[in-house]
């Protein structure tokens, strides 16, 4: 299915999806407590500082994020790893409340931000006619990711503090992640794709190649966000916040820990399977399932008590998430093009940071008001349910644009 080289790329992004892991909200949400405790500080406090952050980085995401199309993307990377170890380290220092910001946002933009975002557009401007599997496989870092991860760092939690693992984190990011990347993308060069992107826009001659602000000119553009930045608000909200979630269920510590073992298998086979039939059908065609499983998700926070649930509960955001990991890529390179695809995922990735800054603060802003996670799970499903409401109404126009 793959040469060589491609083999090499895709497991490239594997790695750097996997890495990615230490600036995402589900790993991060697992040090919520810890750091609470050390800075005397409340969910809100620290839904505001992380939102903050958050939101700083997704707006620095943006500039740095295109420079991917006009660096080596070999050099890019080792960039994107040292600032990442860099950011692990700092971390573990923080004692007051402004360096949490800052490392909140080191994380944030290293980790989620720069490290999905080379190893997505890396695959999808590498990669055409098997885009779709390709990206599938790319994402299964992150599902391995989040079913290796938090129950490993639940059990070091009990036998050393959090700051000696992130300072064994920013180690083991310095050491593994250059070698790996000379091995795979050293040698990747703009001809050595599976197409070269003249190729590419030659072979969709008659399909329009956007730049970045002609996008942003675009309705459609914001419709397809609306439906991709859902999943990110609302699963961050849900990893950051997981300590009240355990709470206001009297769901024992290892609870959610383990009920994401279900949310990477589910990602896993979501993954695997959407692969296929984006190459078969289409990335704009799957849109409208995308936040079904999620919509799903909230009625069952609201719904059950059983700690049973939390497997159904998060098994269900990770079969939307699945989804979103390959489409959140490939949609954009299928009706925009691949020419500027750097620019344009710089854009959507720093979006994606941004509505995870939303989805933190909203949570932390609600949970401070005494609101119940029942009625946040309600508040989620209403969103959920207009958004795939107006993707419903305007999905036949989401269609790559004929020259």
């Known amino acids: 299915m793959f040469k060589s080289l491609s083999l090499k790329v895709i497991l490239f ?30 969910h809100g406090q620290f839904g505001t500082i992380y939102a903050s952050a958050t939101l700083l980085s997704s707006l620095i995401l943006i500039w740095v994020g ?85 129950i490993l760092i639940v059990s070091l939690l009990t036998i050393t503090s959090w700051r000696n693992i992130w300072i064994s984190i920013s180690i083991l990011v310095l050491i593994f992640l250059p070698l790996t990347s000379f091995i795979l993308i050293k040698k990747l060069k703009l001809d050595s794709r599976e197409n070269s992107i003249e190729d590419l826009v030659s072979e969709n001659s008659n399909i329009k190649q956007w730049s970045r602000s002609e996008v942003l000119k675009d309705y459609r553009f914001y419709i397809i966000s609306l439906n991709m930045l859902s999943l990110p608000s609302i699963a961050t909200g849900v990893f950051v916040y997981q300590s009240f979630i355990l709470t206001s269920k009297n769901w024992g510590p290892y609870i959610m820990a383990q009920s994401f073992m279900a949310y990477s298998v589910l990602s896993v086979i979501t993954l695997s399977i959407s692969g296929f039939l984006i190459d078969k059908y289409s990335s704009r065609k799957l849109l409208i399932f995308m936040n079904i499983p999620l919509f799903m998700s909230a009625i069952i926070l609201h719904s059950f008590n059983s700690p049973y649930s939390s497997f159904i509960f998060l098994g269900l955001i990770g079969i939307s998430n699945g989804f979103a990991n390959v489409l959140g890529s490939s949609t954009w390179a299928e009706i925009y093009g691949v020419k500027y695809i750097g620019s344009i995922k710089a854009l959507t990735s720093g979006l994606m940071v941004f509505a995870t800054a939303v989805g933190t603060a909203v949570f932390g802003i609600l949970i401070d008001y005494g609101y119940t996670i029942n009625s946040i799970a309600v508040f989620s499903a209403i969103y959920i349910a207009i958004i795939v409401i107006l993707l419903f109404f305007f999905r036949k126009k989401i269609e790559p644009t004929y020259i």
């Open 66 to 150: 295109k420079k991917i199309d006009d660096m080596d993307v070999f050099k890019f990377s080792i960039f994107v790893i040292i600032l990442l170890s860099i950011a692990c380290y700092f971390f573990s220092t923080i004692k007051i409340i402004p360096l949490l910001f800052i490392g909140i946002f080191l994380l944030r933009l290293s980790g989620q931000g720069l490290m999905s975002h080379t190893a997505s557009t890396t695959v999808s401007r590498y990669f055409e006619k098997t885009r779709g599997k390709a990206l599938s496989v790319t994402w299964l870092g992150l599902s391995a990711a989040e079913f290796v991860l938090p």
């Open 13 to 42: 992004g594997f790695i750097f999806t996997f890495f990615s892991s230490f600036g995402q909200s589900y790993f991060i949400g697992i040090f919520n407590s810890s750091i609470r405790a050390d800075l005397s500080i409340s």
